[in-house]
């Protein structure tokens, strides 16, 4: 598993990076966060990465 945590200073910049890796297939975890002074937003992101052997993965 790869984890990142993607940021932007508007929520529209946060928002296009997200949606792009989420095309790439990367999964958001929990909510969008705002830092305390209010000036970038935060969004954690996960990939998950998928042996042949895991029994939850379907092709």
């Known amino acids: 598993m790869e ?13 296009r990076r997200v949606q792009a890796l989420i095309e790439d297939g990367w999964d958001p975890i ?9 000036t970038t937003f935060y969004q ?6 998928y042996d ?3 029994e939850d993965y379907d092709e």
Not at 3 to 15: A, C, P
Not at 30 to 38: C, E, F, K
């Open 30 to 38: 929990g909510g969008m966060v705002l830092s305390p002074d209010g």
């Open 44 to 49: 954690t992101m996960i990939l998950e990465d």
């Open 3 to 15: 984890y990142k945590i993607v940021s932007g200073v508007m929520v529209e910049e946060l928002e």
């Open 52 to 54: 042949d052997d895991d």
